[in-house]
């Protein structure tokens, strides 16, 4: 009985004599590979002034694998054991990103901690493990009503790039009523002024700092100036040979004593005055990650823009666009030079219409020219439009009264969000009219349709390569006077690479948070309506529909 209560009390003033995250997790945390054993950041050094930052809100803009997970996991568990407090820990989605954080992050961590084990009382609730009075709520952000009515202290934002941007000023709310709050904010970037790079950018800018152990000068590792790279080709074995240097002397640095000439390094501001503190961090710094692996996947990133995209984003943690990613104003112009036309010209033959809905309804009118060809296979390679109009009306009335203009053959419509109005509209003008969602599961062109509700289930990515890429392959015509607007919507849209878990190239569009692309989905319905139009007038299918 003594020697338990002599335990409890010395456990007590072991706890109360800690002050930092940081030793907090030194002398409770128990890691995993690749560096088992107690916590120590040795091989990490870059992590321990995160954990102990006291700023009110942190970001880390960081290349993958780089140990700012284990920085929020640091917080969160000394958070929750020493002040008592509440977590609110936000994913891209609960499904399967909170399952995977649960499994993978979170019970490994009490499996090795016995410490951490009795701190928590219940974890068997996926998105709620409770520690006494304090709770940790696990979340995805695509659901606002998830987001909602959480009081906690600490919020951490894991993989910011692949979250719902609105949804996390929502989430920001949940610290509003609390005494000590933090938020930390940690992701790898995909473009600029999206997602991290948007909350990086208001912040210190820190970058890691280390003494060069030739010269004694502190230097940052950046590429290419820090890289010697020993072979042309990714699959040369000479390729091996490749090496840090430092920016200054020139010397080599050795990976191998990376844990030597890092432990003592800093983090240095770009501006010291600001109240939020950035981190940010690439993998030439890992000490998992040889100079030859880092070399191997840029030489391969020169003819792969899946590769560039990963070697700029995953490697060096920095925001890169790849070429052709995006229509540049220069696409703009030879479209409105093939054109030539006003907006608001009419046209005969077939005519399609697309209505972007929100607020406004964003339309296009296009007519089509069909090119003599023998394969009727897929329409959108012999045909090119040439856009008669495009603008916005507030009601589906105005709508009609377009539609009368330019005698429309056939129109898609955004399905939501005014599902009813787009049904009704869809119904009034009964068989040429369809009404489209975006819907993942779908390959390539093909389309889903439900007749009783007028719907088109189609892959958003697939379609705006085809209704983008009109633009850079000089297939589409625009209008002298095409509107400031419509340029800037098209412009919009960014297309990203990445490869998944299974190592398949995924792409996707994305948009800054301030930026619109209404007229570019506009665009893109107009594009789904002509296999439609072209049925409808021949009384055929054509193409692309299943």
Known sequence: MNRFFLDRVSSGLKKQSIKKVSEWAENYRIMGPPFPGPCKFDHHPWTREMCDCLAETIVGKKAAQMGFTEVALNKVFAYIDMEAGSVLYVLPAKTPDATDFSTSRFDPALEASVHLKSLFTDVKNIGHKRAGHSNLYIR??????????????????????????????????????????????????????????????????????????????????????????????????????????????????????????????????????????????????????????????????????????????????????????????????????????????????????????????????????????????????????TVLEMGKVLSFNELDEIWKKHGVSFAVVDADPEGRKTFEWAQKHAGRVKRCRYTRGITGKHMRTDKEEHLIQADRTSWLDVSLGRFKNGTIALPFDTPLEYKSHVRALVRIYKEDTDGNTISKYVKKDNDHDHHAHARNYCEMAVIFAASFSRSQDIGGIM
């Open 140 to 385: 995805g952000s695509r659901s606002r009503s998830q987001l909602k009515s959480i009081p906690a202290g600490l919020l951490v934002f894991d993989e910011v790039q692949e979250m719902v941007q609105a949804n996390i000023q929502l989430a920001f709310e949940r610290s509003s009523g609390q005494l000590k709050k933090q938020k930390l904010l940690i992701s790898t970037p995909s473009i600029a002024g999206i997602g991290i790079d948007e909350y990086f950018k208001d912040s210190t800018q820190d970058h890691f700092n280390f003494k060069c152990p030739a010269c004694g000068k502190f230097i940052e590792l950046i590429f290419p100036e820090c890289m010697v790279i020993t072979a042309d080709d990714p699959n040369d074995v000479k390729i091996k040979g490749s090496h840090l240097i430092c920016s200054e002397c020139k010397k080599k640095l050795v990976h191998e004593d990376k844990i030597i000439w890092e432990k003592d390094g800093v983090w240095v501001p770009t501006y010291a005055d600001r109240m939020t503190r950035g981190f940010h961090i690439n993998q030439m710094y890992s000490m998992t990650m040889p100079p030859y692996e880092i070399a191997q996947l840029y030489l391969e990133s020169l003819s792969n823009p899946v590769k560039e995209q990963e070697f700029h984003n995953s490697k060096m943690g920095n925001d890169h666009e790849v070429k052709g990613a995006r229509v540049l104003e220069e696409h703009i112009i030879n479209a409105m030079k093939r054109g030539g036309h006003a907006n608001g010209t009419t046209s005969t033959g077939l005519i399609t219409m697309g209505v972007d809905v929100g607020k406004w309804l964003h339309y296009e009118i296009a007519s089509w020219e069909l090119r003599p060809t023998k394969d009727l296979g897929d329409i959108s390679s012999y045909v090119i439009p």
